[in-house]
């Protein structure tokens, strides 16, 4: 059974739309990565993921974006770059949402699995991983920048069931 509290917060998830984003997008997108990030993407990296064609979606929550998801397309396999949600707006099932959808359009794809790195340190976006079906593979040793210098990634993947042929 659904508590009072977790039917608002789905509502109000449901109340905000994802959809993809848009140059005009970036100013918002930008602070949001500050906010989220000791060493955030600059805007040259966000500009190369849109000339690219990567998939980048946004969610909107209380009329503003409240988050974004960027997703590279590579031959078999995806690889989830980046996810942050906007401080403000975390523990009501956005980032959740937003991972959600972008497996759906890997899937869409026909992508046979996602991968990405997360920190070691970050617990809750380790948790939300694993409980999407997210399998650790590998680490990476030095692979962020950190105030303290360099920390690990944790490597995790998903395996993606291809949609269905529907000439077959």
């Known amino acids: 059974m659904t ?11 449901l109340s905000g739309g994802i959809r993809p984003l848009t140059l005009q997008d970036l100013p918002e997108v930008l602070d949001i990565e500050r906010q989220g990030y000791a060493r955030p993407w600059t805007q040259g990296v966000f500009l190369d993921c849109f000339r690219s064609g990567y998939v980048a979606l946004g969610i909107e929550q209380s009329d503003r974006l409240g988050g974004y998801g ?22 009501r099932g956005l ?3 937003l991972v959600r959808e972008l497996v759906a359009q890997a899937e869409q794809s026909a992508m046979a699995r996602i991968i990405l790195e997360v920190r070691v340190s ?17 680490e990476r040793h030095g692979y962020y920048p950190d105030v303290r210098g ?14 269905a042929d529907p000439t077959a």
């Open 122 to 138: 970050n617990q809750s976006a380790r948790r939300l991983y694993e409980s999407e079906g997210f399998e650790l593979i590998g």
């Open 3 to 13: 508590s009072g509290t977790d039917l608002a917060k789905a509502r109000e998830v």
């Open 150 to 163: 360099r920390e690990n990634a944790l490597v995790m993947a998903l395996g993606l069931s291809a949609p």
């Open 70 to 91: 960027i997703l590279a397309l590579m031959y078999d396999e995806a690889h989830l770059l980046n996810l942050c949600i906007r401080p403000a707006c975390r523990g």
């Open 95 to 97: 980032a959740r949402t």
